[in-house]
Nanobody, 127 residues
Framework: QVQLVESGGGLVQAGGSLRLSCAAS????????MGWFRQAPGKEREFAAA????????YYADSVKGRFTISRDNAKNTVYLQMNSLTPEDTAVYYC????????????????????WGQGTQVTVST
């Protein structure tokens, strides 16, 4: 069982930056691929970024590539999402997710492959 708690969301002006953190409980964090997803009002939850269990592989949605950076610290059981050059289109609830520990290489981008989810943290980007 993995429990995830996100933090770091808030209100920021367009062009600004935020760093989201996701703290995981449990002893298996280093075995889990991790992902960040987001859900804007009235829209489906969409993939933003993912990182493999050892951090060697990362993937980004085209909409955030070059602006967002996902990273992890397995010693701290924490995954991060550094978000730069934010735009109002980035406004959403951001969710951290962990897979079931079965992806040994590339992390999944399909939300259906993630088993554990956090409660989400709101990110609002104003004009």
């Amino acid at each position: 069982q993995v429990q995830l708690v996100e933090s770091g969301g808030g209100l920021v002006q367009a062009g600004g930056s935020l760093r989201l953190s996701c703290a995981a409980s449990g002893r298996t964090f280093s075995r889990n691929a991790m992902g960040w997803f987001r859900q804007a009002p009235g829209k489906e939850r969409e993939f933003a970024a993912a990182i493999s269990r050892n951090g060697a592989f990362t993937y980004y949605a085209d909409s955030v590539k070059g602006r967002f950076t996902i990273s992890r610290d397995n010693a701290k059981n924490t995954v991060y999402l550094q978000m730069n050059s934010l735009t109002p289109e980035d406004t959403a609830v951001y969710y951290c997710a962990a897979d079931g520990g079965t992806n040994y290489g590339s992390p999944p981008r399909d939300k259906n492959e993630y088993i554990y989810w956090g409660q989400g943290t709101q990110v609002t980007v104003s004009t």
